[in-house]
């Protein structure tokens, strides 16, 4: 199914099942939670429109204007944005058990934990994934101790298959594909192997890879002749060498071809040589946009120039980015690239009923590239509020 094919049958589901709810009102039923006079934003369905948003049984029961039924809880929207829970595809979450509820606060439904461990310690984050609150899955470092200061793979030996076989057939529940880390300080001169393995292990499960880009020895055209469709290309900002675009701001004719065969392009936000402002600049005018936003998350992130997802999505729409793309690229897309999520990201009738209220603020504010650099942006998303599984989500202090 083609994206206009989705939109079309998500939309027609709408169509059929709106009038359920209708006939709902009528008998006087109880919404357990109403999400009322919101700006509902659903890439999903085209919708970005005041609405109401009514949830009974953890699903989405109806998205209507003035729902007049009674519900059990209600939450005043007005002046905020409702939009489907946000999904993060690349984050370190995973790293301790304190992780899930804090990007819970964000408005995060939905995450990923891309490669904090590798084999010989996968059970740490499948451990806190199992536990978190929200739906939450692990991608395995193909080197098997992880990120680690030398370099995950600058030993070649720790790029071992057969022990990240071993842990992905034990944990097949919860590890969802294979994270390879590519950089020159990570993988040095290995990073054609590495990959090569990396896709040798995940092609036995029928798992897709995640490659960390960027300041590679190997040119980045030679590593993408590895991927195929469903692969994802994380920090794809990242500066020269082995940038996604060329000097002279054309993007490489391998990129172009690779989004074409069904490569996804990830953001990857982190602290240390993944954005800087002029590389961005260039990539957004050539029109290469990303097709997921993703915060690379730490416990500390609050400090560095991630802070949370909101912020994140916030950061190029000085660049041209409507809200309503900023939010698709946060759950609509997340929620195609790994089918976990696949009945995520969306406020349709009938999906689990996880929402993010966020609220747009106009003003000045700065945006923090990996490099010190500053934009300053005139509207700045910021987390007003989660709902999980149709339960309200309790805000705590920051
Ligand atoms: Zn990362």
Not at 54 to 62: D, E, H, K, L, P
Not at 63 to 81: K, P, S
Not at 112 to 137: L, M
Not at 355 to 371: I, K, M, P, Q
């Amino acid at each position: 199914m083609n994206r206009r094919q989705f939109l079309s049958t998500a939309a027609a589901g709408v169509a059929t099942f709106v009038r359920a709810p209708q006939a709902a009102a009528a008998q006087a039923a109880r919404y357990d939670l109403l999400i009322r006079g919101g700006r509902v934003i659903d890439p999903s369905v085209r919708l970005d429109a005041i609405r109401d948003v009514a949830i009974s049984g953890g699903r989405i029961a109806a998205v209507e204007a003035n729902i007049t039924a009674g519900a059990a809880d209600i939450i005043d929207a007005r002046g905020r944005l409702v939009v489907p829970g946000l999904i993060d595809i690349h984050t370190h979450t995973g790293r301790s058990a304190e992780g899930p509820p804090l990007v819970l606060q964000d408005g995060v439904t939905g995450w990923i934990d891309a490669g904090s461990q590798g084999a010989d310690r996968i059970a740490d984050p499948v451990a806190v994934a199992r536990a978190a609150p929200q739906q939450a899955r692990v991608l395995i470092n193909i080197g098997r101790l992880g990120v680690i200061p030398a370099g995950d793979t600058m030993d070649l030996a720790r790029a071992d298959a057969g022990a990240a076989r071993e842990a992905i057939a034990k944990n097949r529940d919860f590890i969802i594909g294979v994270k390879v880390r590519l950089s020159r300080e990570v993988a040095g001169a290995n990073d054609y192997e590495v990959l090569r393995r990396s896709r040798e292990v995940a092609d036995g499960f029928g798992l897709p890879v995640m490659i960390h880009m960027g300041q590679t020895l190997s040119p980045l055209a030679r590593l993408l002749d590895l991927l195929k469709p469903g692969d994802v290309v994380t920090h794809m900002f990242a500066p020269p060498p082995n940038s996604v675009v060329d000097d002279n701001g054309r993007i490489l004719p391998e990129v172009l071809a690779a989004r074409r065969r069904g490569v996804w392009f990830d953001i990857g936000n982190g602290q240390n040589g993944h954005m800087r402002w002029d590389t961005i600049g260039a990539i957004m005018k050539a029109g290469f946009w990303p097709d997921t936003f993703s915060t690379d998350w730490n416990t500390n992130s609050r400090t560095t120039g991630v802070i949370d997802l909101p912020n994140c999505m916030s950061k190029l729409l000085g660049y041209g980015m409507t809200i309503s793309e900023a939010v698709a690229r946060a759950t609509l897309n997340p929620s195609r690239v790994f089918p976990v999520f696949n009945d995520r990201g969306t406020l349709n009738v009938g999906a689990p009923a996880d929402v993010a209220l966020l609220e747009l603020r106009e003003g000045t504010f700065e945006f923090l590239d990996n490099y010190k650099g500053t934009i300053t942006g005139r509207q700045r998303l910021f987390p007003a509020g989660t709902v999980l599984g149709g339960k309200r989500i309790p805000l705590s202090a920051k």
